[in-house]
């Protein structure tokens, strides 16, 4: 029942950042196997200019990246209303301040890494 065959498929944009290449690749492939378009990001920049040219129904945001972190991007995001989509973090370590710092910056939620097919079918199901 494991079968890459009985997922769930959705339909939508999805944009993937992470400062790490084997992490986008990793992301890109597992949400592809959704049905999902993906784009990637390497930095929060990226990812600014990557909402100003498409429109996303779901954001992946590393927090720890360099030139523009995760929770400055999403911060800026939300300001220049650039996305409505959902934004979640993508963090190694899951604490209240984190969860703090993702309300803050106007983020949905977040999901530690590494990433679990399970965590990400449960956003996948509240999303799509």
Do not use: W
């Not at 339909?11 to 992301?27: I, Y």
């Not at 969860?99 to 530690?112: D, P, S, Y």
């Amino acid at each position: 029942m494991d079968s890459e065959s009985s997922l769930q498929q959705y339909h939508g944009k999805v944009l993937f950042v992470d400062d790490a290449k084997v992490n986008l690749m990793l992301g890109k492939k597992l949400l592809s196997h959704y049905g999902l378009e993906v784009d990637t990001a390497e930095n929060g920049q990226q990812a600014i200019d990557c909402c100003e040219k498409s429109t996303y129904q779901l954001i992946f945001m590393d927090l720890e990246m360099p030139e523009v972190g995760g929770l400055a991007a999403a911060t800026i995001i939300r300001e220049k209303q650039l996305s409505y989509a959902p934004i979640f973090a993508l963090t190694g370590t899951e604490s209240e301040q984190i969860r703090l710092l993702c309300r803050a910056a106007h983020m949905n939620g977040f999901v530690t890494k590494p990433l679990k097919k399970e965590k990400i079918e449960h956003i996948l199901s509240k999303i799509f």
